[in-house]
């Protein structure tokens, strides 16, 4: 009697958290936009406040000869410093000219020591304007802040947390008390879509490997009819296909709504995993497995970037053609990205049915299933896959026949 295998073990359940983006040392932030609005608006009132208080203080030192309050009939004038030019001897009118030039001198020079002393004033209190308006505007956007730090720690797949912000009822509260109920509603729609992942799982896995049990005990008996053997036979095979695609649909709804947990993988040894896997069909088909595959670490999980590459290689297998086909598979380090090539011969792909093949249940110019090669789900997963690894996987037809399929994955 043959025995159960036990079923294939699920991915680990996603603990990563996004790392810090890299940003700009300077970037027109809010909080820098803040500041340059409050200390571009004090800067301004106090350029206008000075130039008023200059305009006004000129106007009242207008010095002329006949707002003088004195006037000079006679006697003797000696000034006291160089720049007054007193004459010797005359009338006293010209001392008197002489005298409204040398307070007209004096006023211009106390003009420009107002202004140089007012502009330093105007510096300082600039600087001390900009920092205070710095702070202040922290202050005011730091719920903002922890809205967003709530929002990375969410991208990790940690839907538990909240913000909980408090403080005056005012926007910002309202909208973390907003984001807040959003975020419950979601960890309660997930929650339960795990659940029913968990529970599909265990429902659909247990009828079909209860059926093939019963097929593979009446395929052991040497006395069953030669009809009833081939009936058998193909309903184990209607089976089996049947396990691959309830297999491949848990799979695909674990890897599109879970962040997988991140570990140094070395994508040459998964791909080479993936090769060694497929190349027994390879072989069976004439297919010619090569490529060179340098090393390429990156940050994720092992078992879901396997089947990445697994799946790539089974597609580039089974879609080649008959004679003289080939698979190369390579892995590279390119721009701070990992890379993963394969490429393949086989019929010649129309590049507008491309996008196509990424569709669940979907195969060049047919929508459903219809063959043997597999259930329909294999590129759709990779892609699932490469998204929740923060990489994505392109397809371009190759010249001549066949696909290039490249999955980059950030190092």
Sequence with gaps: MATTPAPPAAPPKPTWDPREPVRPWLRPTIRIRLTLLYGGMFLIAGILLLSIIYLLTAQALQVRVGDLPFKIVTGQVQPTTEWCRLPEQGTGEQFNEAVAGCLQHQREMALDDLLRRSLFALLGLSIIAFAFGYAMAGRVLSPLGRITRTARQVAGSDLSRRIELDGPDDELKELADTFDEMLERLERAFTAQR??????????????????????????????PVELQQLGKTLLATNERSEQLVEGLLLLARSDNQIVERKPVDLAEVATRAVDQGRAEAEATGVEIRGRRAPAVVQGNGVLLERIALNLVQNAVRYNIPEGGWVEVTTETRQSQAVLVVSNTGPVVPAYEIDNIFEPFRRLRQERTGSDKGVGLGLSIARSVARAHGGRIIAEPREGGGLVMRVTLPV
């Design 195 to 224: 659940r029913f992942v968990a529970n599909a799982s265990h429902e659909l896995r247990t009828p079909l490997a209860i059926n093939r049990t019963l097929l593979e005990v009446h395929l052991s008996d040497p006395g069953a």
